[in-house]
């Protein structure tokens, strides 16, 4: 199957950066759109941002001009590097990747476990 891992959380003070990334593995035909999401207990799980196989991105509104999604098609990767960092970032991040597993499948969006992000103040 498809296995996507993330790094690179962890704990940083207000203003502060940090870089997330996730590599996807297993049997993969073709990757289309990867993303960003993030989790707050009690609360809907959000869109951060996403990015199309042609470069192509979206933000939500509250990360614009402080995140910015990446990806390499080659290595099957995406990251978000994130400046500026605030308080209510903090949340468990989660990379989803849109995945054909054969030229016979559909497209079936996939998930890495998460990794916790806090921002102290």
């Known amino acids: 199957q498809v296995q996507l891992v993330e790094s690179g959380g962890g704990l940083v003070q207000a203003g502060g950066s940090l870089t997330l990334a996730c590599a996807a593995s297993?049997?993969?035909?073709?990757?289309?759109?990867m993303q960003w999401y993030r989790q707050v207990p009690g609360k809907q799980r959000e869109l951060v941002a996403a990015i199309t196989t042609g470069g192509v991105t979206n933000y939500a509104d509250s990360v614009k001009g402080r995140f910015t999604i990446s990806r390499d098609s080659a290595k099957n990767t995406v990251s978000l590097q994130m400046n500026g960092l605030k308080p209510e970032d903090t949340a468990v991040y989660l990379c989803?990747?849109?995945?054909?597993?054969?030229?016979?499948?559909?497209?079936?969006?996939?998930w890495g476990q998460g990794t916790q992000v806090t921002v102290s103040s």
């Open positions: 297993g049997t993969i035909f073709s990757i289309n759109a």
């Open positions: 989803a990747a849109d995945v054909r597993t054969s030229f016979r499948t559909g497209w079936y969006q996939y």
